[in-house]
């Protein structure tokens, strides 16, 4: 059993960066793959970028690519996403997700979820 925390949004200016963080608490935190997904009203649920249980080869969609960074510290049982040169089209609920099958992750139906965090970008 996993429960996932985010924590980190808010509003900023387009141009500008936000740090998120999903604290996980549970059992097995180094046996997940961990990734970030995003919401807009009205719209599926997006892809925005994964990292494997071994810390490797972080995958990202390509509208973020260059610009998000995806880490986790498994010391400290948490998840990261580093993002730098918000747009507009960056606004949405962003939520973290775990789960031990990576391509059940990639897919979007992971085991866990967290409850999400806003990011609003104002341009």
């Known amino acids: 059993q996993l429960q996932l925390v985010e924590t980190g949004g808010g509003s900023v200016q387009a141009g500008g960066s936000l740090k998120l963080s999903c604290a996980a608490s549970?059992?097995?935190?180094?046996?997940?793959?961990l990734a970030w997904f995003r919401q807009t009203p009205g719209e599926e649920r997006e892809f925005v970028a994964a990292i494997d249980w071994a810390d490797t080869t972080p995958k990202y969609v390509h509208s973020v690519t260059g610009r998000f960074f995806i880490s986790r510290d498994n010391a400290k049982n948490t998840l990261f996403l580093r993002m730098n040169s918000l747009e507009s089209e960056d606004t949405a609920a962003y939520y973290c997700?775990?789960?031990?099958?990576?391509?059940?992750?990639?897919?979007?139906?992971?085991?866990?979820w967290g409850q999400g965090t806003q990011v609003t970008v104002s341009s």
């Open positions: 997700a775990a789960d031990t099958n990576w391509g059940r992750l990639l897919g979007g139906k992971p085991r866990y």
């Open positions: 549970g059992s097995g935190f180094t046996d997940y793959n």
